[in-house]
């Protein structure tokens, strides 16, 4: 079965500079959900859109921006990195927008600012 | 405190073995409960949801929900050394992203 894609699987950045983040939903998936996970931590919620609109926003920073396209596929826009962004960003798809389906995660980009 | 919790461990069980996990939450509107594997470096799998009290089983695991008393809970079955690994108990309320827990470390040994 199609699982969920996030490009890249890593990713090297410097502080200050930007970085961009990419998720494939599975097939007929409408809605996607970005997490982040530092050391130790247990997932953060970000941000998630349904048919393309933001539908609920988390604990994302305002250098951080998302969208998702006509595709269904989302972007995660981070710029002016820190040392505390080093983290795993996860996306999560489901078949809609609603709080009783259960999401399927992505592998992860691992994202290391230096 | 915590939206969600569960005791971070380890907790060891010999192979063969129930290992039981659980899971206690705030907000009484919590409505849909998951629990996730994950795996060192690995993202979340997705074990078992639940959304009614009671008991839901698929192979070796089973789901337990008592709203009532806002706790939730998996149970393993003839525990693998593949089982080996943090299971996150996570939930949602009315809107649909995931709260989670901080994660049991569960090890299976030979």
């Known amino acids: 079965a199609a699982g969920v894609i996030q490009s890249p699987r890593h990713l090297i950045k410097e502080k200050r500079e930007t970085a961009t983040l990419k998720c494939y939903p599975i097939?007929?998936?409408?809605?996607v959900y970005w997490y982040q996970q530092g050391p130790g931590q247990d997932p953060q919620f970000l941000i998630s859109f349904y048919e393309k609109m933001q539908s609920d926003k988390g604990s994302i920073p305002d250098r951080f921006s998302a969208q998702q396209f006509s595709d269904y596929h989302s972007e995660l826009n981070m710029s002016s990195l820190e040392l505390g962004d080093s983290a795993l960003y996860f996306c999560?798809?489901?078949?809609?927008?609603?709080?009783?389906?259960?999401?399927?995660f992505g592998p992860g980009t691992r994202l290391t600012v230096t | 405190q915590k939206e969600v919790e569960q005791n971070s461990g380890p907790l060891s069980v010999p192979e063969g073995a129930i290992a039981s996990l659980n899971c206690t939450y705030s907000?009484?509107?919590?409505?849909?409960f998951f629990w996730y594997r994950q795996y060192s470096g690995k993202s979340p799998e997705l074990i078992m949801f639940i959304y009614s009290n009671g008991d839901k089983e698929d192979g070796r695991f089973t789901a337990q929900l008592n709203k009532a008393s806002q706790y939730v809970s998996l149970l393993i079955r003839d525990s693998q050394p593949s089982d080996s690994a943090t299971y996150l108990c996570?939930?949602?309320?009315?809107?649909?992203?995931?709260?989670f827990g901080t994660g049991t470390r569960l090890q299976v040994t030979l």
């Open positions: 097939p007929r998936h409408d809605t």
């Open positions: 999560a798809s489901s078949p809609a927008g609603t709080n009783l389906l259960e999401q399927y």
């Open positions: 907000d009484r509107g919590s409505q849909s």
């Open positions: 996570a939930l949602t309320g009315t809107a649909s992203k995931l709260t």
